[in-house]
């Protein structure tokens, strides 16, 4: 135990040790104490060391208290010392303090001075460097305010790329730099507004522009553009059709101020100061297509022709200067800007204009019924391919649609003359010209170039063998050709080209306008027999005026008469078969006037004597026949035999008719005897030659089959008909049972209503003949059948 309590107390006095070396932490030492189970033994340990230590303290300020007090007091003393030097030094110190604050306050003032002198001076350098710029940006505005763009390109240009760069630290700078944008956009924006505003004043000034251009095109190839529609009006005689509603084209029309051109007329410069502007601005390529587009927007309204085109010329004229005033303008811009317009892109919108406009010109003029109006739109378009092939434009196109306009004149003019020859018809007497004076020969001469030696020996009064409407006709196929070659002039054509031309212009004319109005006029109910014998007179001689016509033409368009042509003049023809159908009508019409005569025939089917004469109907027909075919000395032979072969062979086709027609039932011998008189009355007329050159017996023959019928009822010899039947050398050949069968039934019902005559053996007899040549005119019937 001592032992431990030993150890006890060394641990408790390391322990304060500790405590007493430590003045501020002895956290570990108390946990050490804790630990432990010697809290109590330590507490008692370290009341005892507090009691040692206080009775130190004790000790030795009971030692030292004198010299405390001595010290105390001379603390007190030193403190009044302090307080004066205190005070003294508080005042020493406001008096320092105040000075100072106004030296503070003149270094402030002092500073502050200095300082604005150094910002005055920085300010009025960076002013200075600002000038430039500032008086670069009141210019702008200045510029701007006075639509001076191109100027104000140039200043803005030099702020910058030149004045901005130096002042490029300041922020005011960036705000200019985004205004300078804004005046950027504004001068492109006023640029294009100034480029919307020529564009609508090029679209104005282009007809006039065209105008001029057309104009000083005609001057320079010495077209004169109203020469041929002129004459026009001349080519249908006043007195055969009405003059064309035609107004020849004054001066006025065409005057234009003298000598301009189209940069004389419009102000190009919008045009290069927005190319530059925008080049500038580096957006040519947008300002290009913005103008080609906006270019070709307006090349679409040009082509646009006027709804009412197709009525005046100066529809035609209107529309043609908007077109050379657009592309004159185009042409212009692309030699003093080629960049903006070049020769592809005219070409590419030429090529779709040319289409355009041969479309709309094709489909106007199709409109157009006066040829001379379509003259002038010939001289038109003529000009205007003149004008922009000048300016290099291919106008292929536009030669083809001359020839189409061509041809559609050729059938205006065609529409024109059928009515001219209509009234040559209807004013034709169709009587031959007859003539008393030499001047009246004269001028049938002179229209018609007809030549007779026995007229020209022939004393006054002269009469030609054709009517008025032969020389009339010819002048105005003359007139056509002429009225044909009127366009096919100034189309640089060869002369042989023309010639051709005109030719089958010429055929046209011939073989479908007067071909038909000739075949309408023949066919005419109200033409007398006469007045057709005339008209196939009348063909004789304008079919040896188409060789006259040939050589008109080619003295027209000196064209060489050994070339053979393409296109032969084809009048003969076309004559010969009018003239062929006027002999048809001829015949028809003999026909119709015989059958006038036939229908006064009033046979008295049982007679019972003939009358020993032949009818009046038929002596008055052979009368009429006499004396029609004495009016058939100026046709043709063959035109009189083939009427009077016609007339025969009818009047035989009309007796025979009746005698065999339904509508006869029963016919007396003496009413045989009558028709037999009528025949031997026409064979009497056949064999006196109405008509001279027929050979023996032609017209004879006509009447034969009605001669053998009649023979052989009248000669009752049907021994030598049965015998020789079917034999080329029968007496009776032409005789057909049919036709014996039909009048022999007539004759026996004729025979029947005699009543007497079942009381004679004779009549008996003959009745039972009768009945046997019926009976075996039947077998011979059935058997041929």
Same mark, same amino acid.
């Given at each position: 135990?001592?032992?431990?309590?030993?150890?006890?107390?060394?641990?408790?006095?390391?322990?304060?040790?500790?405590?007493?070396?430590?003045?501020?932490?002895?956290?570990?030492?108390?946990?050490?104490?804790?630990?432990?189970?010697?809290?109590?033994a330590?507490?008692?340990?370290?009341?005892?060391?507090?009691?040692?230590?206080?009775?130190?303290?004790?000790?030795?300020?009971?030692?030292?208290?004198?010299?405390?007090?001595?010290?105390?007091?001379?603390?007190?003393?030193?403190?009044?010392? #302090?307080? @004066?030097?205190?005070? +003294?030094?508080?005042? %020493? &110190?406001?008096?320092?303090?105040? *000075?100072?604050?106004?030296?503070?306050?003149?270094?402030?003032?002092?500073?502050?001075?200095?300082?604005?002198?150094?910002?005055?001076?920085?300010?009025?350098?960076?002013?200075?460097?600002?000038?430039p710029v500032?008086?670069?940006?009141?210019?702008?505005?200045?510029?701007?305010?006075?639509?001076?763009?191109?100027?104000?390109?140039?200043?803005?240009?030099q702020?910058?790329?030149?004045?901005?760069?130096?002042?490029?630290?300041?922020?005011?700078?960036?705000?200019?730099?985004?205004?300078?944008?804004?005046?950027?956009?504004?001068?492109?924006?006023?640029?294009?507004?100034?480029?919307?505003?020529?564009?609508?004043?090029?679209r104005?000034y282009?007809?006039?522009?065209?105008?001029? #251009?057309? @104009?000083?095109?005609? +001057?320079?190839?010495? %077209? &004169?553009?109203?020469?041929?529609? *002129?004459?026009?009006?001349?080519?249908?005689?006043?007195?055969?059709?009405?003059?064309?509603?035609?107004?020849?084209?004054?001066?006025?029309?065409?005057?234009?101020?003298?000598?301009?051109?189209?940069?004389?007329?419009?102000?190009?410069?919008?045009?290069?100061?927005?190319?530059?502007?925008?080049?500038?601005?580096?957006?040519?390529?947008?300002?290009?297509?913005?103008?080609?587009?906006?270019?070709?927007k307006?090349?679409?309204?040009?082509?646009?022709?006027?709804?009412?085109?197709?009525?005046?010329?100066?529809?035609?004229?209107?529309?043609?200067?908007?077109?050379?005033?657009?592309?004159?303008?185009?042409?212009?811009?692309?030699?003093?800007?080629?960049?903006?317009?070049n020769?592809?892109?005219?070409?590419?919108?030429?090529?779709?204009?040319?289409?355009?406009?041969?479309?709309?010109?094709?489909?106007?003029?199709?409109?157009?019924?006066?040829?001379?109006?379509?003259?002038?739109?010939?001289?038109?378009?003529?000009?205007?391919?003149?004008?922009?092939?000048?300016?290099?434009?291919?106008?292929?196109?536009?030669?083809?649609?001359?020839?189409?306009?061509?041809d559609?004149?050729?059938?205006?003019?065609?529409?024109?003359?059928?009515?001219?020859?209509?009234?040559?018809?209807?004013?034709?007497?169709?009587?031959?010209?007859?003539?008393?004076?030499?001047?009246?020969?004269?001028?049938?001469?002179?229209?018609?170039?007809?030549?007779?030696?026995?007229?020209?020996?022939?004393?006054?009064?002269?009469?030609?063998?054709?009517?008025?409407?032969?020389?009339?006709?010819?002048?105005?196929?003359?007139?056509?050709?002429?009225?044909?070659l009127?366009?096919?002039?100034?189309?640089?054509?060869?002369?042989?080209?023309?010639?051709?031309?005109?030719?089958r212009?010429?055929?046209?004319?011939?073989?479908?306008?007067?071909?038909g109005?000739?075949?309408?006029?023949?066919?005419?109910?109200?033409?007398?027999l006469?007045?057709?014998?005339?008209?196939?007179?009348?063909?004789?001689?304008?079919?040896?005026?188409?060789?006259?016509?040939?050589?008109?033409?080619?003295?027209?368009?000196?064209?060489s008469?050994?070339?053979?042509?393409?296109?032969?003049?084809?009048?003969?023809?076309?004559?010969?078969?009018?003239?062929d159908?006027?002999?048809?009508?001829?015949?028809?019409?003999l026909?119709?006037?015989?059958?006038?005569?036939?229908?006064?025939?009033?046979?008295?089917?049982?007679?019972?004597?003939?009358?020993?004469?032949?009818?009046?109907?038929?002596?008055?027909?052979?009368?009429?026949?006499?004396?029609?075919?004495?009016?058939?000395?100026?046709?043709?032979?063959?035109?009189?035999?083939?009427?009077?072969?016609?007339?025969?062979?009818?009047?035989?086709?009309?007796?025979?008719?009746?005698?065999?027609?339904?509508?006869?039932?029963?016919?007396?011998?003496?009413?045989?005897?009558?028709?037999?008189?009528?025949?031997?009355?026409?064979?009497?007329?056949?064999?006196?030659?109405?008509?001279?050159?027929?050979e023996?017996?032609?017209?004879l023959?006509?009447?034969?089959?009605?001669?053998?019928?009649?023979?052989?009822?009248?000669?009752?010899?049907?021994?030598?008909?049965?015998?020789?039947?079917?034999?080329?050398?029968?007496?009776?050949?032409?005789?057909?049972?049919?036709?014996?069968?039909t009048?022999?039934?007539?004759?026996?019902?004729?025979?029947?209503?005699t009543v007497?005559?079942v009381?004679?053996?004779?009549?008996r007899?003959?009745?039972?003949?009768m009945?046997?040549?019926?009976?075996?005119?039947?077998?011979?019937?059935?058997?041929?059948?």
């Amino acid at each position: 135990m001592d032992e431990s309590s030993k150890e006890g107390k060394g641990r408790h006095d390391l322990l304060l040790q500790e405590i007493e070396a430590i003045d501020d932490y002895w956290g570990p030492t108390f946990r050490a104490i804790f630990d432990t189970d010697e809290c109590d033994a330590f507490a008692d340990k370290l009341d005892s060391r507090i009691r040692s230590h206080d009775k130190d303290i004790e000790k030795l300020c009971s030692a030292h208290h004198q010299g405390f007090i001595e010290s105390i007091r001379d603390l007190l003393e030193l403190k009044g010392l #302090a307080n @004066r030097i205190h005070g +003294e030094v508080q005042a %020493i &110190d406001s008096d320092i303090c105040h *000075s100072v604050t106004q030296l503070k306050l003149k270094g402030q003032e002092l500073a502050d001075a200095r300082r604005i002198e150094r910002n005055m001076k920085t300010t009025i350098e960076m002013l200075q460097s600002c000038l430039p710029v500032l008086r670069a940006y009141i210019k702008l505005q200045q510029q701007m305010k006075e639509k001076r763009y191109y100027p104000a390109l140039k200043t803005l240009e030099q702020l910058e790329h030149i004045h901005l760069p130096n002042i490029s630290h300041y922020r005011f700078s960036e705000h200019m730099k985004k205004s300078l944008a804004k005046v950027r956009e504004s001068i492109k924006e006023a640029s294009m507004v100034d480029l919307k505003d020529f564009l609508e004043s090029i679209r104005k000034y282009s007809p006039k522009i065209g105008e001029v #251009a057309m @104009r000083h095109t005609a +001057e320079q190839l010495n %077209i &004169d553009i109203s020469a041929n529609s *002129s004459a026009i009006k001349r080519l249908i005689s006043p007195s055969v059709s009405g003059e064309f509603d035609y107004e020849a084209p004054s001066e006025s029309e065409y005057s234009v101020e003298e000598d301009l051109s189209a940069q004389d007329l419009v102000d190009f410069s919008p045009v290069y100061r927005c190319l530059h502007i925008h080049t500038v601005l580096d957006a040519k390529e947008t300002y290009e297509n913005y103008y080609r587009k906006q270019r070709k927007k307006q090349a679409r309204l040009a082509l646009q022709p006027p709804t009412n085109m197709h009525e005046t010329i100066e529809g035609y004229r209107q529309y043609f200067h908007g077109i050379v005033g657009f592309f004159v303008v185009e042409d212009h811009v692309m030699n003093t800007a080629s960049t903006l317009v070049n020769r592809s892109y005219l070409d590419d919108v030429w090529n779709i204009a040319v289409s355009k406009i041969a479309s709309s010109v094709r489909t106007h003029s199709s409109y157009c019924t006066d040829p001379a109006l379509m003259l002038k739109i010939k001289n038109l378009v003529m000009l205007f391919s003149s004008t922009l092939k000048t300016y290099g434009y291919s106008v292929s196109q536009l030669v083809e649609l001359l020839q189409e306009i061509r041809d559609h004149y050729n059938e205006v003019l065609m529409q024109r003359w059928v009515h001219v020859f209509r009234d040559i018809f209807d004013e034709d007497n169709y009587h031959p010209i007859q003539v008393t004076t030499p001047a009246e020969y004269q001028r049938v001469i002179e229209s018609f170039p007809y030549r007779d030696s026995n007229l020209e020996a022939a004393p006054f009064p002269k009469r030609f063998p054709f009517s008025s409407l032969v020389p009339k006709v010819y002048r105005q196929i003359r007139n056509y050709i002429q009225a044909c070659l009127q366009f096919s002039q100034d189309l640089n054509l060869a002369d042989q080209e023309i010639d051709d031309t005109l030719r089958r212009y010429t055929n046209l004319l011939l073989t479908r306008t007067l071909s038909g109005c000739l075949s309408t006029l023949i066919r005419k109910p109200s033409l007398s027999l006469l007045q057709l014998i005339q008209i196939s007179i009348n063909t004789n001689y304008l079919e040896e005026s188409n060789a006259w016509l040939e050589e008109f033409i080619a003295q027209l368009t000196g064209a060489s008469r050994e070339l053979s042509h393409i296109a032969r003049l084809q009048g003969r023809a076309v004559f010969r078969d009018v003239r062929d159908d006027a002999e048809q009508q001829i015949y028809e019409a003999l026909k119709r006037k015989m059958d006038e005569f036939m229908e006064l025939a009033n046979y008295d089917w049982q007679l019972n004597e003939p009358s020993g004469q032949a009818s009046s109907f038929l002596m008055d027909l052979i009368a009429f026949l006499q004396s029609t075919f004495q009016a058939f000395t100026n046709l043709k032979e063959h035109v009189a035999q083939n009427a009077c072969l016609t007339a025969c062979r009818h009047i035989a086709e009309i007796l025979m008719d009746l005698l065999l027609s339904d509508d006869v039932k029963s016919i007396s011998m003496g009413a045989l005897q009558q028709v037999n008189l009528d025949v031997i009355q026409c064979e009497q007329f056949a064999a006196s030659e109405p008509v001279p050159g027929f050979e023996d017996g032609t017209l004879l023959s006509s009447f034969l089959d009605l001669r053998q019928l009649l023979d052989l009822l009248l000669s009752w010899d049907w021994s030598a008909y049965f015998h020789d039947y079917g034999q080329d050398t029968s007496k009776y050949l032409r005789v057909s049972p049919q036709r014996a069968i039909t009048v022999l039934e007539k004759l026996r019902e004729a025979d029947k209503r005699t009543v007497f005559s079942v009381l004679k053996k004779s009549e008996r007899d003959k009745k039972k003949l009768m009945e046997t040549v019926l009976r075996q005119l039947r077998q011979l019937l059935q058997s041929s059948a």
